[in-house]
Each structure stands twice: as structure tokens, then as C-alpha cells.
């Protein structure tokens, strides 16, 4: 965050934009891996069980469409067998992040999703599993095991604002299905952030991928389209927590931080080549389309620096770090500037 400071007392806000992004994106596609770990709690009655079954399914295709490798899914549910990898008991959950701990690299990322039906206040706000529940302050001890990778906590269940504030942190970002740990009815927030990444759904800047914002922006509009024609009172409003701060937004403003890091998170390899072969508008000068070959190069250096960090002295990585941010800022400012500051 130091260098961001930095960069901040010598950019405007937007040129930074660009610069937010590329942190968070922590190594290119093809090399970082997604671990995902998905959890059903306890259902309570067969309908909550097969709609969970049914969105942990529609995940797993959507993620492995996006690219993220079978082997690197496990799923964790009420019963054991079928598609199911074992019990989602708080101990199973445990045991799996140790395993997903060990076996990830310094800069992989950890995707973590829960549905179910939650309950309590606060850092004891719990989602409820077959046997002991699990707190938000005991899946924050668990994070512990993973100092360097980004880790992404998706918890649709009903009550889930109340993890918010326990998890938030460096690398950590946090989507709720709730705003708060009153709202406890059950929630349909999971149902359309899966629906978000089946056939890209969600890919609303259609660059061939979904990003995390847009599969959090998908499923609030999407929840807000399905209170409304029903005439529900609504029961549930998503939050987005992605800079640290544990102040969860419900609206991202496009051009905050938490809508930044969110921007530049993706699961998988899928659409990357579509990204690059978007990136330049049609009918650019060629001084506007050497300044996009120029970003697109130092995003990889940037990549490719992230990846080296941990065989690195961290002085030498943050000054390094901070050249390369440096003129990838730049850039994007004389990007902004010849397209008048429309993009």
C-alpha cells in the first residue's frame, strides 16, 4: 500500500485505475492457479439441498468453462457421494484449506464459497454445517494459512454480512449475500453469481471472460429483477469488500478501490486472447496503438515481477514494483488523454 500512496500523490485518480487493476491480477492466466473450495451447509429440508446441489454444479461448469482445472474444484456438502468430495463438516473445511495451503504456490489465488443458511451477530456470526457451525472468526483463523495468496470469499448464505468485517484484510476480498447478519431469510444471491460464469453470462464488457465485479454486479441486479417481479419486499443486499478496509459496498462505484481489485480478478485462464485482441478500438492511430502494445507489456512485466516475489529481497521488489508501476500509470494517462478521457 505504500507504493500506492506513492503513486497517488502523483497521478490523477483515473490514470491509477489502471494500476489498481494490475495488482490485483497477481501472475498471468496461464501460470496462477484458482483453488476452490465450495460448501453446502446444512439444508434443513430436501428443497435447500437440491438447490444448493444445483448451484455448486452450475459453478463447477461455469468455472471449468472459465478454465480453472477439475482437479483443482472440491466440493463439500451435507451428504458425501456423487459429484460431493466429503461432508461439509467444520473440520472437513479445515482440513481442505491446510491441503489447498500446502499445495498452493506464493501467488495462486483461493476461491472459497459457502451456501447455506447462516446465523449470529458479528465475528460469531456462523454458517450453519452438519455438526458444529462454523464462525466468521474461526474461517479467519483458517485463512491465516495462506500469508501471500489472494483469497476470495463468496458467502451466499442468509445472515452472511456479519463476515464481512471478521475477514476482511490484505489480499482478502469478501462478497456477501447479505449487508448485515439480521438479514437471515434465505437468500437467492448464490443462484445468479453462478448463473454469472455459465456461458459468460456476466461478461457484460464482452472481452471473452467474467470478472469478479461483473459477476457480483450481474447477481445484485439480478436479485433486485427477481424481488421485483414477484413483489417481494427484499430481504437480501450483496456486499463487495475487496480493498481491506471491512467497509463493504453494496453499489461499487466504478471508480473506488473495491471496484478496481474487483475488475481485475478472474478465475481461469478462459478469454484471455479475447482481452488482448479487444483492447485496441477500432480505427486507432498508430500512436494509439503502440501505447496499448506499451500497457499490454508492462501488465506482463508486472505479471512476471509478482511471480518472481517470493525468490526476491522485498527492497528490490518494491522499487522494481514501482518503476513498472510508474510507467504503466503514465501510459494510461497519455492513453486517457488522446481518447479525450472517454475510457
Known sequence: MSIMRRLLSRFPRAALLAVSACIATAAPAAAQRTHVLIVSGISGEPRFAEQWDAWAGSLVRGLEQAGVAGADIIRLAER?????????????????????????????????????????????????????????????????????????????????????????????????ATRSSGQDNETVFGEHFVAAFNDRAGDTDKDGRVSLLEAFEYARLEVERAYSSTNRMRTEHALLEADGDGNGVAEPDSGGSDAAIARGIFFGSGGAAAVTAEAVPAGASTELRALYEKRTGLQSRIDALRARRAQMNAAQYEQELEALLVELATTSQAIRRIEGGTR
Open 80 to 176: 458425501a457421494g456423487g459429484n460431493v468430495d466429503g461432508r461439509a463438516t467444520k473440520d472437513a473445511i479445515s482440513q481442505q484449506i491446510i491441503r489447498i495451503a500446502a499445495a498452493a504456490a506464493a501467488d495462486d489465488q483461493v476461491l472459497l464459497v459457502f451456501f447455506g443458511h447462516g446465523s449470529g451477530d458479528g465475528a460469531d456470526t456462523r454458517i450453519n454445517l452438519p455438526g458444529p457451525d462454523l464462525a466468521a472468526r474461526e474461517l479467519g483463523a483458517m485463512l491465516l494459512s495462506f500469508p501471500t495468496q489472494r483469497v476470495i470469499v463468496v458467502n451466499a448464505a442468509s445472515a452472511s454480512g456479519g463476515f464481512v468485517e471478521p475477514l476482511a484484510g490484505e489480499n482478502r476480498v469478501i462478497v456477501t
